[in-house]
């Protein structure tokens, strides 16, 4: 019964999204705010709508209705309460309600808080946002109904893929779809100006907020799933540029492109057109992502089940709607017009190479998940393009923007002084280069591409550094005066710096990592050994236990590093007798900022006894890698919370000096 | 420097061409360097006796593993057999195999072929669920006519006993 009132809610919800998108737009061609009222409403009543719809299918969830053909086929008796839970958005059909649920809470909270906008361009944001919602939520009513029943419920369901039960996993797409939907606000924002015909500065400070927090939000869910595959598919990597990832990755890019143009046109109203352009790809890249995880055409580990129907449709939703976009664009964007000048070396010179860097970074990584596509299109021919393409195409633009990063913020709009920025940073190149060097000299094996790393990471961070003294005026004025700067810094600026500074960590860890990642495997019986990173790992004992829904042997191995004990890791091998599959978890010893990360492989037989196959990886710094991003995403949020950035908040106002 | 346009929007216009190119100029070029050097060829046993990969080209084998092919040396070592309808190769693989590794199912293994014709495997990549399975190894099944639907294993590739793999 709940199942069918979740459906009917689910229908509910299309067709008040669709009266969202026709009540908007009339509101907009009448110049009515009674139709206008009548639009918003309509967007909360789909949003409440889609709610519920979700609510039933997590309530089938939790109590393991077999009847719904999605949670027989995703959840089993025996899962753990969480993973029931989660299970609600593990599936295709589940994870498109959640794509849904997002897109109209994102109409809803667009048009609640719309109220500073002018009405023609919030009546018309709306007409849009509805629109999106519509094309969605027929795709999942018709095509991929999430509360389908089936005519003979099976006694038992098929359980969850066991890779995916794991906390990160099940929290982590949430927080993606929250970053990725949101930017369809951005993308609804951009269509309203270029039907508006204007892009002005109360504009692009309405449109910053937003992909400010659809970001955020992308850049915690990113970093959540890349920790699962870390510890979960036990690989010892963090980011296999699989397309999967790439999906998610290139709407990231965009948006960070996005919120350095949008500051040029809030600022001085230079560059509307292409942060109109940005706004645009911002969710066309989402939607891209959307179909390439669902639609089977690329090999992944993280892809959903291959239906290629489903993705035809997907295909056809994101060309109908990337392509009028783009072409309302290439129409109308003439008209947006020319904002104000700027000389070769200044602030907005910096944030269009910025720009630049990663618009061609996005390109690469774009072409790159593209290609076996379109050579298999051409010649039949079946090939993989794999990290060396990604490394050898996206780490040079990056290493590009990276080291030019620092000079960005320092440098005055419309005309810089390249000299005066050189003397300010004279300080944070010698950090910088002292941090390469003895990187190169100190840490064995010697190696100059990871100590150039290291160095380009604390360059990040000295720089970081620079800038607020610069802004405090420290070591130059009194340091009460110095202090009453920084407590007096606007919240934006705290979060360029921490987002700034975020990188900068990351880079840092990548780079250490990457550089001098140490890795042994060998097959142990009881009191065996190996050696990594300095380690010495004995295997002593290996044990069976019990899993609420698997069976496991777990491995008990002592890790010592000069004779001193260090700690004892415990990876496991489970079983799980639902799905007949097994899966290996990773036992991770955190030391510092470094990871000894253990893997317990098969048991074979040597000479009758049992020996177990043991990989152990040393990443160093590796904690870095994830703490990085979430500092990003924290300046992020910081920005949001700033007077003049909050969601909702566009009025002019004078900037404080 | 009176070479400059008088016009400060053509200035500006000559600013961000002269930024932007050099740029787009360096994305296309390591483009198509990546492309060209980095990309590697799917194929089956047949297809790749039939394309001849030089040795030591990284390529990904796709096949089935053969029933009763898999050794397993206590040092870690692991031998078997990837085939498809006409052809059969040898892989060895040095390391942890998946853990949805079977015998008669299908596997990707990335590597490259050594001088005496064996499959060195880097990695062996197996479905990762009972429903997934490599898209171009189900294409090329397909193609061959040895496609029995998910799950279900190809006629010469059925165990003679009933326990199928490790």
């Known amino acids: 019964m709940i199942a069918e009132l979740g459906a009917f809610a689910l229908t509910l919800g299309l067709v008040f999204s669709i009266a969202q998108a026709a009540l908007s737009a009339a509101a907009r061609m009448r110049r009515s705010t009674v139709l206008a009222a009548a639009g918003e409403g309509a967007a909360l009543a789909a949003f409440v709508g889609v709610a519920l719809a979700f609510a039933a299918l997590i309530h089938a969830f939790v109590t393991s209705d077999f009847s719904v053909a999605n949670v027989a086929a995703n959840s089993h008796t025996e899962k753990p309460m969480l993973y029931k839970v989660a299970g609600a958005w593990g599936s295709h059909e589940g994870s498109m309600l959640l794509w849904c649920l997002a897109l109209t809470g994102y109409g809803a909270a667009a048009a609640l808080l719309g109220r500073s906008l002018p009405r023609g361009l919030r009546a018309v944001m709306v007409s849009v946002q509805g629109g999106l919602g519509t094309v969605f939520l027929a795709y999942t009513v018709f095509a991929s109904n999430p509360l389908a029943r089936l005519a003979s419920p099976p006694v038992e369901g098929r359980s969850l893929n066991p890779l995916l039960q794991d906390p990160a996993l099940a929290i982590h797409p949430p927080f993606l779809y929250a970053g990725y939907v949101g930017m369809s606000v951005v993308f609804s924002l951009a269509v309203a100006a270029l039907i508006e015909g204007r892009v002005d500065a109360a504009w692009a400070r309405w449109v910053r907020p937003w992909a400010l927090a659809a970001w955020s939000l992308l850049t915690v869910g990113i970093t959540l799933g890349s920790f699962w595959a870390y510890y979960e598919l036990g690989w010892g990597g963090w980011w296999f540029w699989d397309p999967v990832e790439n999906a998610s990755f290139m709407p990231w890019l965009v948006a960070a492109a996005l919120l350095h143009s949008a500051i040029v046109t809030e600022k001085r109203g230079a560059l509307a057109g292409w942060t109109v352009f940005l706004g645009l790809a911002a969710f066309s890249f989402s939607m891209l992502g959307a179909f390439l995880v669902r639609s089977g055409v690329l090999t992944s580990v993280h892809a959903f089940a291959v239906d290629p129907k489903r993705g035809v449709l997907l295909l056809i939703i994101l060309g109908v709607t990337c392509g009028s976009a783009f072409a309302l664009f290439a129409w109308r964007a003439p008209k947006l017009g020319q904002g104000g000048l700027f000389a070769p070396v200044s602030r907005e010179s910096a944030l269009v190479l910025n720009n630049i860097l990663l618009a061609a970074a996005t390109a690469t990584v774009l072409l790159g998940t593209l290609y076996p596509l379109i050579r298999e299109a051409m010649t039949g021919e079946s090939i993989s393009v794999g990290p060396p393409y990604f490394n050898l195409t996206f780490t040079p633009l990056m290493a590009g923007l990276l080291i030019l990063l620092p000079a960005g913020p320092l440098l005055a709009w419309k005309r810089g002084d390249a000299w005066g920025v050189a003397q300010r940073l004279w300080v944070a190149v010698l950090v910088a280069l002292a941090a390469g060097l003895a990187a190169y000299a100190l840490v064995s094996p010697r190696k100059a591409f990871g100590a150039a790393g290291l160095a380009v990471g604390a360059w990040l961070i000295a720089g970081v550094v620079a800038e607020l003294v610069e802004r405090t005026r420290a070591f130059r004025a009194p340091a009460a005066e110095s202090w009453r700067r920084l407590v007096a810094l606007p919240r934006g600026a705290w979060g360029m710096t921490l987002a700034h500074l975020g990188l900068g960590v990351f880079v840092l860890g990548a780079c250490y990592e990457t550089g001098w990642k140490a890795e042994a495997a060998e097959t142990l019986s009881r009191g065996g050994s190996l050696n990594v990173g300095g380690y010495h790992l004995v295997l002593d004992q290996v044990g069976d236990v019990d899993g609420p829904n698997y069976e496991a042997e777990r491995a008990l191995i002592h890790a010592t590093r000069a004779g001193r004990p260090v700690c004892t890791a415990e990876p496991e091998r489970r079983f799980y007798p639902a799905g007949g599959q097994t899966t290996s978890e990773v036992a991770i010893c955190y030391r510092g900022l470094s990871h000894l990360y253990v893997v317990l492989g098969e048991r074979r037989d040597k000479a009758g006894a049992p020996v177990w196959l043991v990989r152990a990886y040393w990443n160093p710094w590796a904690t870095l890698l994830f703490f990085g991003p979430v500092i990003m995403g924290l300046g992020g949020l910081v920005s949001l919370s700033d007077r003049r950035l909050r969601l909702g908040v566009a009025r002019r106002r004078e900037q404080p000096a | ?166």
């Not at chain 2, 483009?31 to 990904?60: C, E, H, M, N």
């Not at chain 2, 092919?69 to 059969?88: I, L, Y």
């Not at chain 2, 998946?98 to 008669?104: N, S």
């Not at chain 2, 990335?110 to 060195?120: K, Q, T």
Request: glycine letters at 10%.
């Open chain 2, 1 to 166: 420097m009176s070479w400059l346009p008088k016009s400060p929007k053509a200035r500006r216009r000559l600013t961000l061409v002269a930024a932007i190119a050099p740029v787009l100029i360096l994305a296309v070029a390591l483009t198509l360097w990546g492309l060209g050097d980095s990309v590697s060829f799917f194929y089956t046993p047949s297809q790749a006796a039939k394309a001849r990969p030089p040795a030591g080209r990284s390529i990904q084998l796709g096949g089935l593993v053969a029933q009763g092919s898999v050794v397993k040396h206590p040092d870690g070592q692991v031998e078997f057999n990837v085939r498809d309808q006409a052809s059969v190769d040898k892989v060895v693989f040095q390391g942890d195999l998946p853990d949805l590794f079977r015998e008669g199912q299908g596997v990707v293994a990335v590597g490259a072929f050594r001088g005496d014709g064996v499959f060195e495997a880097k990695r062996v990549l197996a479905k990762h669920d009972e429903r997934y399975m490599p898209r171009e190894l189900t294409k090329a099944l397909k193609a061959q006519g040895e496609w029995r639907g998910d799950g279900a294993t190809p006629a010469y590739a059925q165990p003679a006993s009933d326990k199928g793999g490790s």
